[in-house]
């Protein structure tokens, strides 16, 4: 392509994107094709010669745009947000047109110290205890989701355990792992791939408020030390995903303390909240965490993906993940004076993430990002006094930040048909878990460009709906 194809096919995306952008709200949030529908009208084999770009568009607007859940919708309340912003998405296409992969500090400098600082300002914003910046022991680092990152934790923790031995000669002690049975399943599968061992994930009941049990978790690690095993990594949940429940860190974080256990701490997706000094109690005991992670990819406005991981102690992390072989051996790196992050996850190479994170920062500024995170919680709290205002409904969790879960006082097959119904409406999109065995709607506030009127037609579609239900 030409810099003068590139040019005009830029202008055109460009475009597109603005209008798809302003125009969301004519689009079904939730997809409404069928399972086969995109791929039958797609032709079977590629091209053999090459196509225009403007061929390319026409097809995206005829054949993609059906098969798009509009995850970018303001009347999105589904799962968690994935919110994304002008910024962001110009950060990303710059991090696409630079091409760098900055797998070791000598082939991305800029890549590696933006992404320092960044995460560095980060840790400021969310009020992070002193150990989890790189100007102490620890340090940030971008990876691509939760997942990884708590993956991440729990090798970590397993070589801290072992004293560095499982690397070597296999995890053969036996280790066993905590968190609540309300945490994410990505504790679970991670516990899987790090050869932990299902059976050794012990799931700590949840009190009435689905926040974990701490007495429980400690009779737990008791029990488990009496029987020969050896506890080494708790997960702790700021935010659970059924219902954004907060686990008392601080208890937590002091038994992990006693017994010497990795204490990790999920805030996948409220820690974007403790910008906010406000919201900052959702941290309380964080100091006791060896890792931490939020995604800035849910309720951040930086588009996916784009996970924070962060840690107390840098040199944990690294022995239990570096490896270098000749190829990547370089001065740079054997002077000690640089960082590569290539040692701080699971793959190798790596994209210029941090260049979103910084455009988003630099654009809202501290103060515009407190802005946004606000008005979705108050818009919640407004929705939650409107749900109990209401006799014919019930919440069905305390509510926590900008999520609310509740219910039609009514059987579970009416709640599921009643967000079947709106989910197929096209006009909102809401999710849904299962609470003491009940079914319950999950309604969050996180999207971009949500505003009050989007939220007072969520809940008047609902009470139409739910009248029409009897
Ligand atoms: C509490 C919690 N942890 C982890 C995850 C996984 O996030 P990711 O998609 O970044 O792996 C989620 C996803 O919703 C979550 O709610």
């Not at 994930?201 to 689905?210: A, P």
């Not at 965490?289 to 944990?316: E, G, I, M, P």
Request: contains cysteine.
């Amino acid at each position: 392509m030409s810099p003068e194809d590139f040019r005009q096919a830029a202008e055109q995306l460009t475009e597109w994107i603005i209008e798809y952008r302003t125009g969301i709200e004519r689009y079904p949030v939730k997809s409404q094709v069928l399972p086969g529908d995109v791929s039958k009208s797609l032709p079977a084999h590629a091209p053999a010669s090459g196509e225009s770009f403007d061929e390319v568009l026409k097809d995206v607007q005829k054949l993609i745009l059906p098969g798009v859940t509009n995850w970018q919708s303001p009347n999105f309340f589904a799962y968690f947000p994935a919110n994304a912003s002008e910024p962001s998405m110009l950060g990303d296409l710059l991090s696409s047109a630079m091409g760098v992969q900055g797998m070791l500090w000598e082939t991305g400098p800029a890549c590696t110290e933006l992404e320092i600082v960044v995460l560095d300002w980060l840790a400021e914003m969310l009020e992070l205890p002193p150990q989890f910046h790189s100007r102490n022991s620890g340090g940030g680092v971008i990876q691509d989701s939760a997942s990884s990152a708590t993956l991440c934790a729990i090798l970590s923790a397993r070589e801290r355990a072992t004293d560095y031995s499982s690397n070597e000669n296999g995890c053969r002690q036996s280790l066993t792992a905590y968190t609540s049975a309300h945490a994410h399943s990505s504790i679970e599968k991670d516990i899987k791939i790090a050869g932990i061992g299902r059976k050794n994930l012990r799931l700590i009941e949840v009190s009435d408020d689905f926040t974990m049990r701490p007495e429980l978790l400690e009779k737990a690690i008791e029990q488990d030390k009496t029987d020969g095993h050896i506890p080494f990594f708790v997960c702790a949940a700021v935010g659970t995903t059924s219902t954004l429940a907060i686990d008392p860190v601080e208890e937590i974080g002091r038994i992990c303390r006693k017994h010497n256990v990795w204490l990790h701490v999920d805030a996948a997706m409220a820690g974007s909240a403790a910008i906010c000094p406000e919201f900052r109690h959702i941290h309380k005991g964080i100091e006791y965490a060896d890792s931490y992670v939020f995604d800035a990819h849910k309720w951040l406005f930086t588009n996916f993906d784009c996970s924070c991981y962060y840690v107390a102690d840098r040199s944990q992390l690294i022995n239990a993940l570096s490896i270098t072989p000749e190829y990547l051996r370089n001065t740079a790196s054997e002077s000690g004076a640089v960082t590569d992050f290539r040692d701080w996850h699971v793959p190798l190479g790596r994209r210029f993430r941090a260049l979103k994170l910084w455009f988003v920062i630099r654009h809202y500024g501290v103060e515009g990002l407190q802005f946004h995170i606000r008005q979705h919680v108050e818009l919640t709290q407004w929705l939650v006094e409107k749900i109990k205002g209401d006799a014919r409904f019930e919440i069905a969790a305390p509510p926590s930040l900008n999520l609310v879960c509740f219910r039609l006082k009514g059987s579970d097959e009416q709640n599921q048909q009643l967000m079947t119904t709106l989910n197929k409406s096209g006009k909102m999109y809401l999710s849904h878990t299962r609470l003491n065995g009940r079914f319950v709607i999950r309604l969050c506030v996180g999207q971009t460009r949500t505003e009050r009127r989007h939220v007072e037609q969520a809940w008047a579609m609902i009470k139409a709906e739910s009248e029409k239900l009897g």
